[in-house]
C-alpha cells in the first residue's frame, strides 16, 4: 500500500534547540521526492530535524495486514532514523525506530514492524495503533541531507 505523505518539518526548536533546516518538494537523480536538509545541532539540550506525517489525518491506522515499511532514500551518506509512533504513546519523545544509512544513490529500505525498538517506552510495537511516521537527523552535530521519493507498506 503506497502511503502519500503530507509531510512537515519539525526541529528541536520547539523544545529550545537551535538546529534548523527545511523540507522541500525537489527532483534528485530523476525521482519526486521530499528532502529534509539542514545543520543539526546539540547547542541548548538540542539535536534534531525532522520530516513527518500522520497516517490517518490525526487518528490511527491499522497497518496490521502488512509486514512493515518499505522507504525510497537517497542522501549525502550520513545515519538517520526512522520513526513511528502510535496512540500507545503519550509522550513527544517516545517512539518506536530503527537507524538507517541513506547512500548516495536511490535505495529501497525494507524495514519489518518486528525489528523497530521501543524508545523511551515500555509498549511494544501495535501496528493496529500506527499514527505518524518521520524521517529525522538526530543526536550529533552535522549537515543533513536525506530525501524520500516513496513510502509505502509491504506484506
Do not use: C, K
Amino acid at each position: 500500500m503506497e502511503l502519500a505523505p503530507a509531510w512537515e518539518y519539525v526541529a528541536d526548536t520547539v523544545m529550545g534547540g537551535v538546529s534548523r533546516g527545511q523540507v522541500a518538494r525537489v527532483t534528485l537523480q530523476g525521482r519526486a521526492a521530499h528532502q529534509l536538509t539542514g545543520t543539526v545541532s546539540t547547542d541548548n539540550n538540542g539535536g534534531f530535524i525532522q520530516m513527518a506525517f500522520d497516517v490517518a489525518g490525526g487518528g490511527a491506522l491499522d497497518a496490521s495486514a502488512w509486514a512493515g515499511i518499505e522507504i525510497d532514500v537517497l542522501g549525502n551518506g550520513e545515519a538517520y532514523d526512522l520513526r513511528l509512533r502510535t496512540d500507545q504513546l503519550t509522550r513527544p519523545w517516545q517512539s518506536f525506530r530503527t537507524q538507517f544509512t541513506a547512500g548516495t544513490q536511490w535505495t529501497t529500505l525494507r524495514v519489518p514492524f518486528a525489528s523497530l525498538q521501543s524508545h523511551r517506552t515500555d509498549a511494544s510495537f501495535d501496528s493496529s495503533r500506527l499514527r505518524r511516521i518521520g524521517v529525522l537527523a538526530i543526536g550529533r552535530e552535522f549537515q543533513a541531507g536525506v530525501a524520500v521519493s516513496g513510502i509505502r507498506f509491504y506484506r
